[in-house]
C-alpha cells in the first residue's frame, strides 16, 4: 500500500518562505511555508520541497573561423545549436538571457497527466538570433527539474567585410 498526502511537515528550517516543489516527477505550484509546513493542491506520493533556484549557462564569444582568419570581433550570427543533455528535462535556449524559448519535452504521445520521462541525448534548436559580434547563446533551468548539459554547440554564420 502506497501513502499520499496533501499536507508536506518537517519544514521548520523554510518557515515563512515560499518553495519550489517536485511532486511525483512534476513541478507543482510554488507554495509558502506556515508552522513547518505546505499544503499541495493534490495527493503525491514522492516530494522533494526546496528553495528554488534558477540555473543559467552563457557561453563565452565563439570563434568557428571565417574565410579571412578569425570570426572574433566579426559580425556572426549563431543559426541553430545542439544540446547534449543528460537525464534532463525542461529548459530554456535564447541568445540571451531576456529572449529564451522553452525548449519541448513531451511529445504527443506522453499522457499528459504523467511527468516528462528524463531526456539523454541531442537536442537540436533553432536560435532565433541576430547578428552580432559575440556569438553566444544562454541555457537556462527555473524549474525543480534537473539539468545536466554535456555539451553544446552551434552553426554559425559570420559576415566577413
Avoid at 34 to 49: F, M, P, Y
Avoid at 90 to 108: C, E, Q, Y
Avoid at 120 to 125: M, R, Y
Amino acid at each position: 500500500v502506497t501513502q499520499t498526502a496533501t499536507t508536506l511537515s518537517g519544514l521548520t528550517h523554510l518557515e515563512g518562505q515560499t518553495v519550489s516543489i517536485l511532486a511525483d516527477g512534476s513541478v507543482h505550484a510554488d507554495a509558502t511555508v506556515s508552522s513547518g509546513a505546505i499544503t499541495l493542491n493534490r495527493h503525491v506520493t514522492k516530494a522533494h520541497v526546496g528553495l528554488g533556484y534558477s540555473s543559467t549557462l552563457r557561453t563565452l564569444r565563439v570563434d568557428g573561423g571565417s574565410a579571412i582568419g578569425s570570426a572574433q570581433g566579426k559580425v556572426k550570427r549563431i543559426n541553430d545549436l545542439t544540446v547534449r543533455l543528460y537525464r534532463s528535462v525542461g529548459l530554456k535556449v535564447g541568445r540571451d538571457a531576456d529572449n529564451l524559448d522553452v525548449v519541448p519535452f513531451r511529445s504527443s504521445a506522453t499522457s499528459m497527466d504523467a511527468p516528462n520521462v528524463l531526456f539523454s541525448g541531442d537536442k537540436e534548436i533553432e536560435l532565433n538570433g541576430n547578428y552580432d559580434s559575440d556569438g553566444q547563446f544562454t541555457i537556462r533551468q527555473d524549474q525543480p527539474l534537473p539539468m545536466t548539459v554535456l555539451a553544446a554547440y552551434a552553426t554559425l554564420s559570420t559576415f566577413d567585410q
